[in-house]
């Protein structure tokens, strides 16, 4: 069964620092997520992706945070100078309902 | 703004018992999805229920949806200890332009005692 694949699993990072999460996800889907969770906190919606193309984003996606297909197949996140307060769980989605299994990024 | 909304938010069993939780939102959905998280894990998909079903069935899960009520249940028959974990409601609205995305509850943490 296809599946959506993210890496790392886990990464820790230097405050200040950029970082960039990596997401595979089924091929032939369209739309694309990043999803954030916090620790002991809900699922929060951060951007859909379409065409090359935010087609929708939160509040919480700032200026920080970035997204791009760049080869066709990777989707990746990218946190430009991170905060300790990013330190969560990050998924990514296509189509909706296929969820990866997640990064936990930890801000030091 | 839709939000799913899980009640109880916590719940103890005992093996072999049946588990319900409930989910509320404010509006309208297009479907509405139950996902099940272990401690620190993956977010895993149990079922999707579309707004125009008002029950759905997966092996020991059971689905109802009741749109006039604004309102969803999950009903886990014959829990094990395996079932433990985090359970949340997630509400996808009319698509914007195609996209889907889902707004989650707060989650029910379940607990199921051998």
């Known amino acids: 069964e296809p599946e959506v694949t993210q890496t790392p699993s886990h990464q820790v990072t230097q405050m200040g620092q950029e970082v960039i999460l990596r997401c595979v996800p089924i091929?032939?889907?369209?739309?694309f997520y990043w999803y954030r969770q916090i620790l002991g906190q809900k699922v929060e919606f951060l951007v859909s992706?379409?065409?090359?193309?935010?087609?929708?984003k939160s509040e919480i996606f700032d200026d920080q945070f970035s997204v791009e297909r760049p080869d066709g197949s990777n989707f990746t996140l990218k946190i430009r100078s991170t905060k300790l307060e990013d330190s969560a769980m990050y998924f990514c989605a296509s189509r909706g309902a296929f969820f990866g299994q997640g990064t936990r990024l930890t801000v030091v | 703004s839709q939000q799913g909304e899980e009640d109880p938010q916590a719940l103890s069993i005992q093996e072999g018992e049946n588990a319900t939780m409930n989910c509320s939102y404010k509006?309208?959905?297009?479907?509405l999805q139950w996902y099940r998280q272990n401690s620190g894990r993956g977010l895993v998909h149990l079922i999707l229920?579309?707004?125009?079903?008002r029950e759905k069935h997966s092996g020991r899960l059971r689905v109802t949806l009741d749109t006039s009520k604004k309102s969803s249940s999950l009903l886990i028959t014959a829990s094990r200890a395996a079932d433990t974990a985090s359970y949340f409601c997630?509400?996808?609205?009319?698509?914007?332009?195609?996209?889907?995305?889902?707004?989650f509850g707060k989650g029910m943490k379940l607990t199921v005692n051998p």
């Open positions: 997630a509400t996808a609205g009319l698509p914007q332009g195609g996209s889907e995305k889902l707004v």
């Open positions: 509006t309208s959905i297009n479907n």
């Open positions: 229920i579309r707004s125009n079903e």
């Open positions: 091929s032939n889907h369209l739309y």
């Open positions: 992706f379409y065409n090359n193309e935010i087609s929708e």
